[in-house]
């Protein structure tokens, strides 16, 4: 079984691309649309990662805050679309796992879900091999 992720992104053709890519690595992807909307997909769905991306601070560490305060053991990845020192800090206080700031490399998105996988108690089986010399790896 491959591991369930969640995205939430304001950016609607980022979220798709980034969608796609993560399902051609393996993946089972539910893109949210809104806070409400990515609770109950978490809940529906027993993703064990959200991917939260967008350019207000602010608001995704309110996102983060909410997640967190769910209770539901999902670890928290975010892509905020500007470095910012102080948004990663407090995001790391609220539990986040990790800030990865845009654009992505796909080949380091993957590698901090699959750490996440390992760590987890209850991880699901890995998935399915990859080519052990990657093309260049593609950026969104």
Do not use: W
Not at 4 to 22: I, V
Not at 108 to 122: D, Y
Request: hydrophobic residues 40%; negative net charge; contains cysteine.
């Amino acid at each position: 079984m491959c591991s369930s992720l969640l995205l939430l992104d304001e950016e609607e053709q980022f979220t798709e691309t980034l969608a796609k890519r993560l399902e051609d690595e393996g993946f089972v992807i539910h893109v949210a649309a809104s806070l409400e909307n990515a609770l109950n997909l978490l809940n529906l769905h027993k993703s064990e990662i959200a991917i939260l991306g967008g350019a207000n601070d602010k608001a995704l560490l309110e996102i983060l805050r909410e997640i967190k305060c769910s209770d539901m053991g999902i670890e928290v990845i975010l892509l905020p679309d500007q470095a910012s020192i102080d948004c990663s800090i407090q995001a790391m206080k609220l539990g986040a796992y990790d800030c990865i700031t845009k654009p992505v490399v796909i080949a380091e998105l993957v590698a901090k879900i699959t750490e996440i996988r390992k760590q987890k108690p209850n991880a699901r089986a890995r998935q399915s091999k990859r080519p052990s010399t990657p093309k260049k790896a593609p950026t969104l």
